[in-house]
């Protein structure tokens, strides 16, 4: 071993020795080193991101994302636009993936600091076609600091709500322990952006229809049909949005009463007859199990979509309990009728009006 070897092995040893007489040293080192690590550990995951298509694969899999116009905050105009995607599927575009700051609730906390969480964070949500929420959750930082642990379930609860659900909800929306600090934005951010939507579609005076509309327990001429979503008879979803675009005859029939079989039967079969341009919903009272209703269902013109609401709480959505009834709504889903279905009503004539039909009862 030649000197300078000696020098080094010499140096190394004098390095060691001390720590090696000196244990509380070491044990110090040690732990500080971890400190170090585990803090170094905590900024990577409190700063971790999720990609907007993983979010949306989810939701939709196999889908994929296109940009879109930027979404301007309807309800807060000064603040930044909602940033969007189209999401796509098999070529058809199945919905919407929204996204935008929110304040970070735990940004004031001593973890927070310690972490140094960012001041907000992006929310995202993917909607529908049907305007049915899929998903919400967090992108960046997908997990910050001071989250609970019980948050994701917190943002499960958005799944299958619908914006119309959204919007007409105290913008608070429900207190919910496992939301922590963030049931105080979600909700905010949701109902903001539930309301963008839909003026973006529908434009500002529709939306202020819509909601004086939910907020009156009876249907009104001239303001938007309520919201509603549910299941036909063939095992098909729908909801006021399949009807978006076409001139609509909703109706209300209860077989089991002689009258309001025969009377919303015959009106099924003169618009079936007629060939009216017009979709036909027709919610039926009582349950399926009833020959009435079995029977009401097999005579049905094939043209009507049917819907058993045993319990009337379809209905009670449309703010309509009666039967035989009948609403009418234009393209815009606005009410042009709503009353009786029977001939001697007007139901009649109003369907030939909208029709522009001549003719007929």
């Given at each position: 071993m030649g000197h300078n070897d000696n020098h080094?092995?010499?140096t190394t040893r004098g390095f060691i020795c001390p720590l090696k007489r000196r244990p509380g040293l070491l044990v110090a080192s040690l732990v500080l080193a971890s400190l170090a690590a585990a803090w170094g550990v905590g900024v990577v995951a409190t700063h971790r991101s999720m990609?907007?298509?993983?979010?949306?694969?989810?939701?939709?899999?196999?889908?994929?994302?296109?940009?879109?116009?930027?979404?301007?905050?309807?309800?807060?105009?000064?603040?930044?636009?909602?940033?969007?995607?189209d999401v796509v599927k098999d070529?058809?575009?199945?919905?919407?993936?929204?996204?935008?700051?929110?304040?970070?609730?735990?940004?004031?906390?001593?973890?927070?600091?310690?972490?140094f969480a960012p001041a907000s964070v992006r929310v995202a949500a993917y909607v529908d076609a049907s305007y049915e929420i899929g998903r919400v959750g967090l992108l960046t930082p997908r997990t910050p600091a001071g989250t609970p642990s019980t948050l994701d379930d917190y943002?499960?609860?958005?799944?299958?709500?619908?914006?119309?659900?959204?919007?007409?909800?105290?913008?608070?929306?429900?207190?919910?322990?496992?939301?922590?600090?963030?049931g105080g934005v979600i909700p905010g951010f949701m109902n903001q952006l539930a309301e963008s939507i839909y003026v973006r579609d529908m434009g500002r005076p529709a939306y202020d229809r819509l909601i004086?509309?939910?907020?009156?327990?009876?249907?009104?001429?001239?303001?938007?049909?309520?919201?509603f979503e549910g299941v036909t008879t063939d095992g098909q979803r729908v909801s006021l949005n399949t009807f978006k675009g076409r001139k609509t005859l909703v109706l209300f029939t209860?077989?089991?009463?002689?009258?309001?079989?025969?009377?919303?039967?015959?009106?099924?079969?003169?618009?079936?007859e007629k060939k009216y341009d017009?979709?036909?919903?027709?919610?039926?009272?009582?349950?399926?199990?009833?020959?009435?209703?079995?029977?009401?269902?097999?005579?049905?013109?094939?043209?009507?979509?049917?819907?058993?609401?045993?319990?009337?709480?379809?209905?009670?959505?449309?703010?309509?309990?009666?039967?035989?009834?009948?609403?009418?709504l234009d393209a815009d889903q606005t009410v042009l009728y709503e009353g009786g279905a029977g001939t001697d009503s007007p139901v009649y004539r109003e369907l030939r009006t909208l029709m522009g039909a001549e003719g007929g009862q």
């Open positions: 080094a092995a010499k990609t907007s298509v993983d979010f949306v694969e989810s939701a939709v899999a196999k889908a994929t994302l296109l940009p879109s116009a930027s979404l301007t905050n309807a309800a807060l105009p000064s603040a930044a636009p909602f940033s969007t995607w070529g058809a575009t199945v919905g919407y993936l929204c996204s935008g700051e929110v304040e970070n609730p735990y940004r004031g906390t001593f973890l927070s600091r310690l972490l943002l499960d609860t958005w799944r299958e709500r619908t914006l119309y659900q959204v919007v007409t909800a105290d913008t608070a929306g429900p207190w919910d322990p496992a939301a922590g600090q963030y004086a509309q939910a907020r009156s327990p009876t249907l009104q001429l001239g303001m938007p049909f309520p919201y209860e077989p089991s009463c002689g009258s309001c079989y025969d009377t919303v039967m015959k009106l099924l079969n003169t618009v079936a017009v979709a036909v919903l027709t919610v039926i009272f009582g349950s399926e199990e009833l020959g009435p209703v079995q029977r009401f269902i097999d005579e049905a013109a094939p043209s009507s979509l049917l819907i058993v609401d045993a319990e009337k709480d379809l209905a009670r959505t449309m703010h309509q309990l009666h039967a035989p009834y009948a609403v009418i």
